[in-house]
């Protein structure tokens, strides 16, 4: 199966972005799909102007995904602006899809009430996300719960281009796993860089230890009996333990006895030793730019290939010429 996803660099990797979607990753990486995974870098250019934090964001995530585990030997691994047919596909895409199907975006609308300028690249994003999925011909995209709504918005497109030109695109699935498709962040709410409620990979033991100390839960007194499904320390409790464990911490939340602050420590521990070996290789990685950059540049190299087929035959389904 051909699989494609992306992430965009607008900030440092946290659980949710783990959960959600990397660990996806690795797991259609490991059952040998064909991979394609990238930086999606112009997506973050929709919200931020910061030269410096930009390139830093980007090879932060390029590094991030290597580190834990996204292999290029086995998956293309690149950055989105390697490759500049995508931006041609989302000019063809654009020219048939309506207004009012960007308007319905929800990530749109929550980002303009958080106050982010309302540009046309924002307005856009989704077909811009739609043209990353189509140029590859991806059957399987595993994303977050959140990014349900422009692979419907992309599936639409796929059969509109398809409908008005004849069979081009594969239309595209979600994968979504239901136990991982929003991840809590330390206040309740979905864990994501825009709350400022993130626990971060690529961080120190005791940073971990501190985040999840800040983790809010109710009063509840230590010796009384708690509710472990209310619970924000136990939900990603069960993203991180064994099911026995998991178990065990829900009987001690219900006898009582037990304290937050214990579970919250136990969290830490569980955290800091999935991913002690991913944080040894990004410091590596991050000594080696030069391998991660070489990295990207094979990945681009791989990746443009697909895409100008893809191109190709776009073009000559809606009669643009060329001369090249
Ligand atoms: P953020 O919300 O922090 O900006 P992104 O939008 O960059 O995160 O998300 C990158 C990927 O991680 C997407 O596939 C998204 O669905 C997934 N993801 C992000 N936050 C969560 C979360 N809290 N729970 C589940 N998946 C998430
Ligand atoms: N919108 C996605 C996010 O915020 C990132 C993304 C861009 C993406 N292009 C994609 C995800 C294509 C999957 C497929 O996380």
């Not at 230890?209 to 809010?216: A, D, F, G, T, Y």
């Not at 178990?247 to 991913?275: D, T, V």
């Amino acid at each position: 199966m051909r699989v494609l996803s992306g992430i965009q660099p607008s900030g440092r990797l946290h659980l949710g972005n783990y959960f959600g979607a990397i660990r996806q990753y690795l797991e259609l990486q490991e059952k040998g799909n064909e991979c394609f995974y990238f930086v999606a870098n112009l997506h973050a250019l929709t919200s931020t102007r910061d030269k410096e934090e930009l390139e830093k964001a980007t090879l932060h995530v390029a590094t991030g995904y290597l580190a834990l585990g996204i292999d290029p030997e086995r998956s293309v691994f690149f950055l989105q602006s390697d490759v500049p047919q995508v931006t041609e596909l989302t000019w063809i895409l654009n020219c048939l899809c309506p207004v009012s199907m960007m308007e319905k975006g929800t990530s749109y609308k929550d980002k303009v009430a958080k106050g982010l300028p309302a540009n046309m690249g924002l307005f856009d994003y989704p077909v811009l996300q739609a043209a990353d999925i189509l140029i590859y011909n991806s059957e399987v995209v595993p994303v977050g719960a959140d990014q349900k709504q422009h692979l419907e918005m992309t599936r639409d497109l796929a059969i509109k281009f398809n409908m008005a030109y004849g069979e081009t695109f594969t239309i595209p699935e979600p994968y979504i796993i239901p136990e991982m498709a929003v991840v809590p962040g330390i206040d309740g709410q979905k864990m994501s860089k825009s709350y400022n409620n993130t626990i971060e990979i690529f961080q120190s033991d005791s940073s971990t230890k501190k985040r999840c100390s800040q983790i809010v839960t109710d009063s509840t007194p230590l010796d009384a009996p708690k509710d472990p499904e209310k619970c924000t320390v136990f939900a990603l409790l069960k993203l991180l333990a064994e099911p026995a464990e998991v178990e065990e911490i829900a009987q001690k939340y219900r006898s009582g006895g037990y304290g937050y602050g214990q579970a919250k420590a136990r969290l830490a521990e569980l955290i800091n030793e999935k991913f002690a070996p991913a944080r040894e290789k990004y410091i590596q990685l991050e000594k080696d730019k030069d391998f991660v950059r070489d990295v990207l540049r094979e990945g681009g190299r791989k990746a443009r290939q697909v895409a100008e087929e893809t191109i190709t035959r776009v073009r000559n389904a809606c009669g643009i010429l060329t001369n090249r």
